[in-house]
């Protein structure tokens, strides 16, 4: 039997995406045995229907890390497979597990192309990057200069996770204070411009260099914290794939990614963030046809997934869900 464990699997406001990896999963291949991996007993992931097993490891900040790459290392060697869903994660098991027949990961050196802000990623793609400045290395005579040149709002951002808006001077050094403390110090934070426009998204799944498939997300509808509420999903444009597939072949990318961009009014897309791993909205494509988790996992096994057949509109959206919880 097929034994996948999937990690990031909370589903709060800003969700990891373990439950659409996981639901894209159970989809194709409906006697695999999937287990939900997270680092709280707090995660709401841990209770959905489609997992039969929960695995809670220590809190990620108290975590023995060496003692964490052996235990997947173990899974591993009775032929599981472990998707990873967390950025953190996918930096330490990239760089000390060596074999990666059923650990689809990118090199380390496509994550660290891969870090935020992304600019070495945005000339291959040939896209356009908003400007960004290290809070860390500038003086507060800089960081004005910035605002004042870029207006509001613009975004401090950390370099794994969150981006909060700011709209005036007197919000950016609590919002830096905040993320500094979180993060480990100003140098793991920056600003970055805003550029106005609809957000769009690439998803997309590869194994040793090779694009498996991709596609195409507008957000018709987000969250305060930008993230989709409802969503367009297409094949991506031409031009776009043909430098994704090259970047992906040039870099020996394997496993999930999620192009994250901003469509401005003349159609020009600003490169945000690169992420190497699946987005949290990757179930809505493949409700649209494009199951690309699965086609992640015939690709490392060599088995066939049942396939959900391609919707012509293409759209989703996310709804409130009450699921049985134990007891904390």
Request: proline share 8%; charged share 20%; with cysteine.
């Amino acid at each position: 039997m097929m034994h996948i464990y999937i990690s990031g699997v909370h589903g709060g406001i800003n969700p990891s995406p373990g439950i659409g990896v996981a639901r894209s999963r159970r989809a194709a291949y409906p006697h695999a045995r999937l287990a939900a991996v997270d680092y709280s007993p707090q995660s709401s992931g841990l209770f959905w229907t489609d997992f039969d097993e929960c695995v809670i490891r220590p809190p990620w900040h108290a975590i023995d890390l060496k003692a964490h790459v052996a235990y997947v290392e173990s899974r591993l060697s009775r032929g599981a497979i472990w998707i990873s869903g967390l950025d953190l994660e996918i930096q330490l098991l990239a760089s000390r597990i060596r074999t990666r027949s059923r650990l689809p990961l990118p090199p380390p050196s496509a994550i660290k192309m891969a870090g935020k802000p992304p600019f070495d990623l945005a000339a291959p793609l040939r896209l356009s990057i908003p400007p960004a400045l290290p809070v860390g290395s500038s003086s507060e005579e800089e960081l004005s200069r910035f605002c004042r040149l870029h207006g509001w709002p613009l975004w401090v951002k950390g370099i794994h996770y969150d981006a909060v808006p700011v709209w005036s001077w007197y919000e950016v050094k609590p919002v830096l204070s905040k993320l500094a403390y979180v993060w480990g110090g100003t140098h793991r934070v920056f600003l970055q411009a805003h550029v106005a426009g609809q957000d769009v998204t690439v998803a997309f799944a590869a194994w040793k260099g090779e694009l498996l498939g991709a596609a195409f997300l507008e957000k018709l509808d987000r969250t305060q914290q930008g993230k989709v509420w409802s969503g367009r999903v297409q094949p991506v444009p031409h031009e776009l794939e043909s430098r994704l597939r090259a970047l992906v072949r040039a870099t020996r990318w394997s496993g999930g990614g999620e192009i994250e961009c901003v469509r401005d009014p003349h159609s020009q897309l600003w490169l945000l963030e690169c992420n190497p791993r699946f987005p949290a909205w990757i179930y809505g494509a493949t409700q649209a046809g494009y199951n690309l988790p699965a086609l992640l996992i015939e690709a490392m096994t060599g088995e066939s997934g049942k396939l959900i057949k391609r919707t012509r509109q293409g759209t989703f959206t996310r709804v409130v869900l009450e699921v049985p919880a134990s007891a904390s």
